[in-house]
């Protein structure tokens, strides 16, 4: 099955389910398609991921794939190019970085980040430029803004702006 979707979110061994409810959020917000759980076990939601997700993950396609060969497979059958969200010496600026149509967003583990070499096996690897002293960003931030600067570039004609206080059946 092919999509027609701008992005999907990959979240490569995440633990935090802080994290993953942050990013949950954010993927539905920004009006993305599948979400792949890269890891030994399904991903389950508990409160603690769903104090931060809102229960949108039920708006979203869920995948779980177990390891890298299983996600690029998976990207590949689907028309999905995988970008890898990652601080690289081979990466490009998030500035300058065009993404591919139907990019597949890959976000790294909050201790190990993604592995070296998955990223040689990824389409495109962009950094989001930092200007201070921290070492990284948070990873549910990190995706966030590469998920709101793909969108901000490939502009979408029924986009949703200001919709903090429009609630269904409210008027
Ligand atoms: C907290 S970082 C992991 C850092 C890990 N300690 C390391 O040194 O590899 C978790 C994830 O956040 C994302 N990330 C953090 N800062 C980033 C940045 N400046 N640009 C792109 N991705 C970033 C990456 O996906 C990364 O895998």
Redesign the pocket.
Known sequence: MLYFTLFSTIL?RLKSPQNVGAIIRSHVAFGGGPVVFVGDEPWRFRKSSQAFSRRLERLAELIFVPDDDQLLDWCEQHGFSPV????DQD?IS?KDFRFPRQSAL?????????PEPFLRRCAGI?????YGSA?????G???SI?MYELVRTMPRANAIEGAKFCVAGRS
Do not use: D, M, Y
């Open positions: 490569h890898a969200i990652e601080i990466a998030l890959v976000v790294g583990n909050e201790g190990t980040g993604l962009v950094t989001i430029p930092q070492e990284c960003l948070n990873v931030v990190s995706a590469a």
